[in-house]
């Protein structure tokens, strides 16, 4: 590979193999259609009554809380108040109650690695931000929400500021080397060149693959840090022998995400993982089914190595996304395959892709046999042991869920990712924190700035959850299919489920977003061109 252009090029043809967003043809999405009637207010004045907050702090549970908010902004949280008492600020003009007593308010969720669809696995780009914003989340991180093609996602994330848009709070990276037309990026004065155009047209951070040379991607990174851009590296085989997330820390990348990389950093008697002699990359299935095999080959949890390579990452300011959801099918695909959610809010378009294919990036499932179902829950202990180490030695981790691939459905794979921290360690109360102000931190620390949101506390932005149950007892409650309990009288019920999502001030229905969404996959499966 000569050009980063050209790798970011490879990237789409010979590992995602979806159309380039923005030519004209089926590789074209249509725009996302204009908020018209969804969603209420904002309020000069919005009082929700009663309810637990947990304010993402990591502070314990508390309430009832009386939560004022202003137009957009939080203007107060104080004990509450009886449900239907006058407000005592005297405002006049639009105003709302919510009676949230029994139920639990947190910040609004984050999604710090987030894609959108394409025009052939879901080509209505609100299916997927409406699934995100009825999970309860407010802000998501597009790395890149597009490949290719035009700015989509510029003006995505335009509309949304001005919530012309049904959609969360977006911040739009784009992939290293991409979209531009002025020629290759394989230097480092061309790679500084390219981010200063990114900066220029708007975008909030760039989406490093590896298989740039390491003074390239150290050019490029150093110049985001002076725009203020964040970074966030996919650390892929390709390049790992020259960029493994040791060296990336060390050339100043802010977000490593997935699990490459940081096993490479790690083996035990080989500078290279020890791949079999037929070890072939582009064969989807032998790549996944090899990078569990490198649980094997790696330094004990706990040894000097391993808690070093921690203690350095964690001092270069290094933040973890570790997406374990995303890889979850491969260490059970049956359950990943007949999820809840699939008959009613996954798409057919959607589901076609996630089936066994030899084109289809993460459709892998050629062969997938018992042996690598439990590789790949072999796999899951020392990664999950190694994100758990970085939060309790100070690291920062947060919450992406890369959805619409593997199995994962928008929204309910950002759950699950809730769930499968917890697995690794995390209290409820630490994946809360990562869902939230780590995040938040995440994307603004690169601007210089705090964050205007990721915590309940006066002069915040209104970006908040409402969930009728405990979270914390079980996060299974936060999906939107529910739960299923019996009651007192042994008869099954389904509870749960986000209430209300409020973004910008804005209250939007979780219910209605849902019953939205099944609408699109009604209609799609019984359409015989869709």
């Excluded at 007593?101 to 052939?120: I, K």
């Excluded at 298989?211 to 390049?239: F, M, S, Y």
């Excluded at 489920?497 to 019984?526: F, P």
Aim: neutral net charge; proline residues 7%.
């Amino acid at each position: 590979m000569k050009t980063s252009r050209i790798i970011a090029a490879s990237i789409l043809a010979a590992i995602w193999v979806q159309p380039v967003l923005g030519q004209a043809g089926p590789g074209r999405m249509a725009p996302a259609p204009p908020r018209a009637g969804e969603g209420e207010g904002p309020y000069e004045r919005l009082v929700i009554r009663g309810a637990t907050l947990i304010d993402g702090s990591g502070a314990p549970p508390r309430g009832p809380v009386d939560i004022v908010i202003a137009g957009n902004r939080i203007t107060s949280v104080a004990g509450a108040a009886p449900p239907g008492s006058a407000i005592d600020s005297g405002a006049q003009g639009r105003m709302r109650e919510i009676d949230a007593r029994g139920m639990y308010v947190m910040p609004g969720f984050v999604d710090t690695h987030g894609h959108n669809g394409d025009a052939v696995k879901a080509p209505d780009p609100s299916y997927g931000y409406k699934l995100w914003l009825a999970h309860g989340v407010t802000s998501v991180r597009g790395v890149p929400f597009y490949f290719g093609g035009e700015n989509a996602s510029l003006d995505d994330k335009r509309r949304s500021a001005g919530n012309l848009i049904v959609a969360p709070r977006l911040f739009a990276y784009a992939a290293f080397g991409d979209i531009w037309a002025d020629g290759a990026v394989d230097t480092p004065d061309r790679a500084r060149a390219w981010v200063r155009w990114a900066a220029r047209q708007g975008y909030d951070g760039v989406k490093f693959y590896n298989e740039a040379p390491p003074a390239v991607i150290a050019a490029a990174i150093d110049e985001a840090r002076k725009h203020g851009l964040g970074t966030v590296a996919h650390l892929g085989q390709i390049g790992n022998a020259e960029v493994n997330a040791s060296v990336a820390g060390r050339i100043g990348i802010g977000t490593i995400t997935h699990f490459y990389g940081h096993f490479e950093s790690l083996l035990k008697e080989t500078s290279l993982p020890d791949y079999p002699a037929d070890y072939n990359l582009s064969d989807e299935q032998s790549r996944f089914s090899e990078a569990a095999n490198l649980a094997q080959q790696i330094v004990e949890p706990e040894s000097p190595r391993w808690q070093d390579y921690l203690a350095r990452q964690r001092d270069l300011g290094v933040t973890f996304e570790p997406t374990l959801n995303i890889y979850s099918a491969s260490r059970d695909l049956m359950r990943a395959r007949n999820a809840d959610w699939h008959r009613q809010y996954t798409l057919p378009s959607l589901y076609r892709f996630f089936q066994p294919s030899r084109t289809n990036h993460g459709s892998y499932w050629h062969n997938w046999t018992t042996a690598r179902e439990i590789a790949w829950r072999r796999f899951y202990t020392p990664y999950m042991r190694l994100m758990n180490d970085y939060k309790n030695g100070g690291g920062r981790i947060t919450v992406g869920s890369d959805p619409g691939f593997i199995y994962q459905t928008w929204g309910f794979s950002y759950i699950q990712e809730f769930e499968m921290l917890q697995e690794a360690g995390f209290t409820p109360l630490e994946v809360i924190k990562a869902a939230t102000i780590n995040g938040a931190k995440t994307i603004y620390d690169p601007k210089g700035a705090e964050p205007p949101f990721g915590l309940v506390r006066p002069g915040m932005l209104a970006d908040l959850v409402i969930a009728p149950e405990n979270p914390l007892e079980n996060f299974k409650t936060l999906l939107g299919t529910g739960f299923v309990r019996l009651d007192a009288h042994g008869e099954q019920v389904t509870t749960g489920g986000v209430r209300w999502t409020v973004k910008d001030g804005i209250v939007y229905d979780a219910r209605a977003l849902l019953a939205d969404v099944a609408k699109m996959v009604a209609e799609a499966a019984a359409s015989p061109d869709r």
